[in-house]
């Protein structure tokens, strides 16, 4: 008796009439579902059945673990293991619909909800979707309203969707709604609700099919909840009055579009309880005579309502070939959805609070797309950070009153020695240095105005560079037979002077400038590696170069797993620093040149190529390189794709190192320096390819030496979080400064390397 009640009450809501438009549910696994549906099967077997479960479950458990790309042998078990032991056609709900007799196997509401918006992520937030389902829209009027109402629906902006309008679908309809011929007679809200079931047959949809009027206008507004907001785009003048009316008493926002220049009001009476309605277009009118008014007479109101000065010249000369040889106002299917897009767009950052103001707006696609070039004005601001430039004078002087011993070394030979230094590493190919040659000896300068930024405003990764300029110096004088002597910083740490050098003729020391060969080809290459182990005696004579110079000290990573957990540090410290406004900004459109016609000969800063990017790739750069797009990014707190490539290449490495320092010093940072150049030039030796990946180091040097204030709390703490775990990989780093982290490994050689500047824009002869 209970089996046969439940049989017909689904039964019962299968009935064959014009206006149906809620599809049927039936869950195999509630008592009598299973029952119903294959009486429904027996009754009615010209229905279609679609049962596409199985790649369903497919698509989610694939989604379900983003990080992770699973192997068909390795989707099944996982399959099997959701399923928990229910039979797969019993999975999900069978979703009936009555008006063209099919029948749909799905997941059930909330795994299907979960894979139908998963692509929205994150111009959708989780947190964002949550709220939108809990919103009340109510749309007047389905032109317009039919393209909005299904754009909604598919980006699932709503909880419930409240549609009105009287009219049926005619066939002058068809060039703007998307519709089959044989809809035409069907109510317009039947129409648009059956679209949106047939895309989400979860969604909540209440229908006005009389439209809206003076008799339900209480019940589209309040009943079952207050609307959040109202989309008008009704063809009736006094109802669009009215119901502003009724909006602006009940406090709940307006939009409406017009299909022409893409106009959009917006009138945020949620806000503005006091705002005029038609933002006082009409306020010298009586509002209240509207509804006994003639065509003719109702002019005045709709001509400050479109505004006639502001309306596209197509609109303007059609309106007077109405009722001569066009009936009614114009629309376009372009504009139309165009127009459906907008005010879902504006409708759903009104519901996240993301949008307050009112006002009416134009995204005239004519103007837009042009032939004039439009300019995209970042979302964050960024300033300038601009050092005095290191003028000749100021190193003559400093060179006058600490001046190095004459030394015996010809012309030829210093400017060999020159071009040498100026040959070191430096971040982002800035090369801080300059040099000037006195009486034989060699003065080396720090010219702040090239390494001055937000990374490092403290010199910290500049004075390492500066001390591999000063290794290659010593080195290539030691292969043309003189010792290099020099005392670092005489004029104090906060002066460019950075070292004296002079130089003694010895040929002892000739075995010590054996390194110099290798100066001109020493390179990064960010090209992956082979992941190949390294014999241990390489990680010996690479130990044995950075204990040349004293107090430093070389450690390797060189287990795969460890070496991954590094990969995870130091893609998430890239992240950080890429999303960091001003980091950003310096990086992105200081330091990194595009080179788009692949000729250009880029002697400062880092050229594209020499990234090793695909296409894909460098088109994820140049996308990354919007201000807008990092300004979302942080909105999110997301922006894993910074992390994608670095931590793929530290993965394809062999080890990953770090040179160490006893403690932080300008002179422990430039010994650091040269010990750095020492492992380099030994690694070019060994034929391996060396990238720099200091990442956490300089952001932890950044946030500890020169302090993080007014800087995002949330940023800082992950700063010195990421530092402590590579603390535990690198224990030394507990009572040693780590300056410098590098990977190693075997490769092909760089696409492209970086060039320097000429000797004659860096050294000066006094």
């Not at 694939?62 to 019993?90: C, F, M, V, W, Y």
């Not at 005579?289 to 109101?301: F, H, M, R």
């Not at 709709?302 to 505004?307: A, N, S, W």
């Not at 990969?567 to 960091?580: F, K, N, Q, T, W």
Request: glycine share 6%.
């Amino acid at each position: 008796m209970v089996l046969t009640k439940i049989i017909n009450n689904k039964l019962k809501e299968i009935k064959e009439e014009q206006d149906m438009y809620r599809p049927v549910f039936f869950r195999l696994i509630e008592k009598g579902d299973e029952e119903a549906l294959e009486q429904l099967l027996n009754t009615r077997p010209w229905i279609r059945v679609y049962d596409t479960i199985h790649a369903q479950l497919r698509e989610l458990v694939k989604t379900s673990i983003p990080k992770e790309t699973l192997k068909d042998n390795e989707i099944e078990p996982r399959i099997h293991t959701h399923l928990a032991g229910t039979p797969i056609d019993q999975y999900g709900v069978w979703v009936y619909y009555p008006w063209n007799d099919k029948l749909v196997h799905l997941l059930d509401e909330k795994e299907f909800v979960f894979m139908r918006t998963n692509r929205n992520k994150y111009k959708i937030t989780d947190e964002e979707e949550e709220i939108l389902a809990t919103k009340r829209i109510g749309v007047v009027g389905l032109s317009v309203g039919q393209a909005v109402s299904v754009t909604m629906a598919m980006e699932r902006t709503f909880g419930e969707l409240r549609i009105a309008d009287f009219d049926d679908l005619e066939i002058t309809n068809l060039n703007r709604l998307r519709s089959s011929v044989y809809n035409m007679g069907l109510k317009k809200t039947i129409q648009v609700a059956r679209d949106i079931a047939e895309i989400d047959p979860f969604l909540k949809i209440t229908l006005f099919s009389e439209g809206l009027t003076t008799t339900n206008m209480d019940a589209f507004f309040t009943e079952g909840g207050k609307l959040d907001l109202v989309i008008d785009e009704c063809d009736g003048l006094d109802m669009k009055i009215l119901l502003r009316h009724k909006a602006k008493a009940l406090r709940i926002p307006v939009l409406m579009e017009a299909s022409d220049r893409g106009t959009v009001d917006v009138e945020r009476f949620d806000l503005e309880p006091d705002r005029a309605i038609l933002h006082g277009f009409i306020d010298h009118l009586d509002h209240t005579k509207i509804g006994s008014l003639t065509n003719d007479e109702k002019i005045p109101y709709i001509m400050p309502m479109l505004g006639l000065d502001t309306i596209s010249k197509r609109l303007r000369a059609s309106m007077v070939e109405i009722k001569q040889t066009i009936s009614t106002w114009p629309q376009l299917a372009s504009a139309v959805a165009l127009g459906g897009a907008l005010c879902a767009d504006v409708c759903r950052r009104i519901m996240l609070n993301k949008y307050s103001s009112s006002g009416r707006y134009f995204v005239d696609i004519e103007e837009l797309i042009g032939d004039k070039p439009q300019k995209m004005e970042g979302t964050y601001e960024v300033r300038e950070m601009p050092y005095p430039r290191l003028t000749e004078q100021q190193m003559l002087q400093l060179a006058g009153a600490h001046a190095a011993p004459s030394s015996a070394i010809s012309a030829g030979d210093l400017q060999q020695v020159a071009q040498a230094a100026i040959e070191a590493p430096s971040a982002a190919n800035n090369q801080p240095w300059k040099l000037l040659s006195k009486d034989g000896a060699l003065y080396l300068f720090h010219d702040k105005q090239q390494s001055y930024s937000w990374t490092d405003p403290i010199d910290f990764i500049a004075r390492i560079s500066l001390g591999a300029a000063l290794e290659n110096i010593i080195i290539k004088a030691a292969s043309l037979g003189f010792e290099a002597h020099y005392t670092l910083f005489p004029a104090g740490e906060d002066q460019p002077l950075v070292a004296t050098i002079a130089f003694r003729p010895s040929e002892a020391v000739r075995p010590l400038g054996a390194p110099a060969m290798y100066i001109g080809t020493r390179c990064t290459n960010r090209k992956r590696g082979d992941n190949a182990p390294l014999p241990a005696g390489i990680y010996t004579d690479l130990a044995t170069a950075c204990a040349r110079v004293a107090d430093t000290k070389l450690t390797f990573l060189t287990d795969p797993d460890i070496i991954n957990a590094f990969a995870d540090i130091e893609s998430a410290a890239e992240r950080v620093r890429s999303l960091h406004p001003q980091s950003h900004h310096e990086f992105f459109h200081k330091e990194l040149r595009w080179n788009d016609s692949g000729t250009e000969k880029i002697t400062e800063g880092l050229d594209i190529k020499t990234l090793e990017l695909t296409v894909a790739e460098e088109m994820g750069m140049r996308i990354g390189s919007d201000p807008g797009v990092i300004a979302l990014l942080n909105q999110w707190r997301t922006g894993k794709v910074f992390e994608k490539l670095i931590r793929l290449s530290i993965r394809s490495s062999s080890a990953v190192g770090l040179v160490s320092v006893p403690q932080y010093s300008a002179a422990h940072l430039v010994n650091g320096g040269r010990a750095v150049e020492q492992v380099w030039l030994e690694a070019t030796r060994h034929h391996l390819s060396v990238q720099p990946i200091s990442a956490p180091l300089f952001l932890h040097a950044r946030a500890k030496y020169a302090g993080m204030d007014g800087e995002d709390p949330n940023m800082v703490s992950e700063i010195y979080e990421l530092y402590g775990k590579l603390c535990t990989l690198f224990p030394e780093l507990h009572d040693r400064h780590g300056l410098f982290l590098f990977r190693l490994f075997k490769a092909e050689p760089p696409t492209a390397r970086s060039l320097r500047k000429s000797i004659n824009e860096l050294y000066t002869i006094a």
